[in-house]
């Protein structure tokens, strides 16, 4: 079992940056992949980032790439996603996810966080 408990969300102006932190507790955090999906209000949830246990490899939707870059921290059990330039579209709860691939697929995560909320007002 996994734990995660997402945080540092917040409101933000467009263009303003935040980084979200993915605390994790339970079983061996290093082993699994990792992933940021979004879901907003009445949209399916949508991938974001993710990256491999070992952090070597990473991947990110297009609607992101150049503006996010997700890290992990596996000493401190924490999976992070820097956020620049936000837009208003970008509003959504963000929710950190572990598995044992680093996949594009909600389905294919194990664990889920509760989500924090992003708002990017215009």
């Known amino acids: 079992q996994v734990q995660l408990v997402e945080s540092g969300g917040g409101l933000v102006q467009a263009g303003g940056s935040l980084r979200l932190s993915c605390a994790a507790s339970?079983?061996?955090?290093?082993?699994?992949?990792l992933g940021w999906f979004r879901q907003a209000p009445g949209k399916e949830r949508e991938f974001v980032a993710s990256?491999?246990?070992?952090?070597?490899?990473?991947r990110y939707a297009d609607s992101v790439k150049g503006r996010f870059t997700i890290s992990r921290d596996n000493a401190k059990n924490t999976v992070y996603l820097q956020m620049n330039s936000l837009k208003p579209e970008d509003t959504a709860v963000y929710l950190c996810?572990?598995?044992?691939?680093?996949?594009?697929?909600?389905?294919?995560?194990?664990?889920w966080g509760q989500g924090t909320q992003v708002t990017v007002s215009s």
């Open positions: 990256i491999t246990w070992s952090g070597g490899s990473t």
């Open positions: 996810a572990a598995g044992r691939r680093y996949s594009y697929t909600p389905g294919e995560y194990d664990y």
């Open positions: 339970g079983r061996t955090f290093s082993s699994y992949g």
